[in-house]
Every structure is written in C-alpha cells, then in structure tokens.
C-alpha cells in the first residue's frame, strides 16, 4: 500500500455576475470569470456603473473555460409603445442589410423588429461606455419581465438583429435565459436562425450542486450547448462553467 498523501482537493472556481443592483454595494473577490451587466435594467439605459463594475471584473482570477470579463445585457421588444421604435432599415448612419424586408413607420412584425434589436446592440456597444465591443462575448438576457411581443417570430426576429450587430463587430454571442420563458418569448427556433447554435447560460438553480447538474440539462436553442449556469448565494448571483 503506497504511503504518499494524497493529493489535496481543488476548490471549484466559480463566477459572478453583477449589473445595477449591486452600484454602491462591496462586489465579491476572487471570482474566476465576471459577467457584468452593460444596462440598468432595461435595454435602452445605462448601468450608471459600468465604468467600477468593469475594472473590478478586470481582476478574474481565471481557472475555467469562460472569457475573464463578458458581458450581458436586457432584451425587449416593445413595439410602438416603447419610448423608441424604428420605421426604417437606416440606424447608426447606415442602412442595415434586413432578412425580413423593409421596415415600415408603425409596423410591429419581424422587419421592424429586427430594426429595433439592431439599434438596442448599436446602442449598448458604442454609447454605454464599453471600450473595444469587438472583443467582448455578449449574453443576451432574455426575460419575462421585460416588454415582448405576442408573436414569438417578431421577438426572434428582435433577438437576431441583435446578435447580428455584435457578430459584424467580431463580438461572439449567447443567450441568458430559463427554458419557460425563452419557449414563452421566442418559441422554436429553426436551424436558419442566426440563434440556432448560440451558447446557452441557464440560471435557477439553488446551489452549487444544482448548476454543476444543471450543465447536462437542455439548451436554449437547439445546435447550442449550455456552456454556464446560475444559482444565487448571500444575496449574489454566482456562476458555474461548464466548459
């Protein structure tokens, strides 16, 4: 029988995530990767601290698969209540190549749609404060609590012009959501999607335990893979990597 101690544990390396909730408040240390939160909570505003939250998840100490520092940030698709809403395909002094055709003043469906998720990532990448977008991975948080369409292809459609502005800048994307409101808010997406195939980042679970398991459960999309997972501890979001 060999004599030699055994080699000691590693303790698991997780992640956090913080956003406008957390301004004023002692973010966590020692984190291996940070999510920090580009919106104050809705998709056309500001985390008024972005600039502290940014250098403080510059200090991730590494140890797993996920990037140092990504980046999340709220998704809607208010249609013409919204305090904006785009009635053409021109945004950012250029007009945007739409799959869905022309958008047209009043219109709710998938153009304008399209338009407007394009503008929201336009906006959350050059007037937010996040220098060098290009090289940032950028969740999509997508939640119930937010204003959405009741045609789920008008919010995929949403959902898909954002993540094309961030793929044209050399951004890489994936989508923060739970099965129940993502199935609710963007339904099926098919394999010509641009979200098919998207990483996928699960919150819900309740501890450790659970986000570990919860990397084995079902992705958003289908040709995805659930790459992190979520749970919440002491009243801060924690994150576990999957890869």
Known sequence: MSTAA?????????????????????????????????????????????????????GSVGGTGQPLVSLYVNTANPGTAGSWWPQSNSY?????????????AGSTGAAC??????????????????????????????????SWS???????????GMAAYF??????????STTYQWGRIAGTVASSSSLYGLPSWIPGARNLSGARSACSG?????????VMTQYVSGGLDYDFSCV
């Open 92 to 104: 950012g002094g250029a007009v945007v190549a739409n799959p869905y055709g022309t958008c047209v």
């Open 6 to 58: 055994a080699a000691p544990r590693q303790a698991v390396v997780v992640g956090n995530d913080v956003s406008w909730p957390q301004c004023g408040k002692t973010l966590p240390g020692g984190q291996a990767f940070a999510v920090v939160g580009v919106n104050g909570g809705l998709a056309n505003n500001t985390n008024q601290c972005l600039a502290v939250e940014l250098n403080w998840a510059a």
């Open 167 to 176: 793929t044209g800048i050399g951004a890489r994307v994936g989508v923060y």
């Open 150 to 160: 009741s045609d789920t292809a008008a919010n995929r459609a949403d959902l898909e």
């Open 218 to 226: 079902t992705p958003l999309t289908s040709g995805g893979k659930v």
């Open 113 to 146: 749609s399209y338009m407007y998720g394009y503008a929201k990532a336009y906006d959350d990448a050059n007037s937010r404060g996040v220098t060098g977008p290009g090289a940032y991975l950028w969740w999509l948080d997508v939640e119930t609590g937010n």
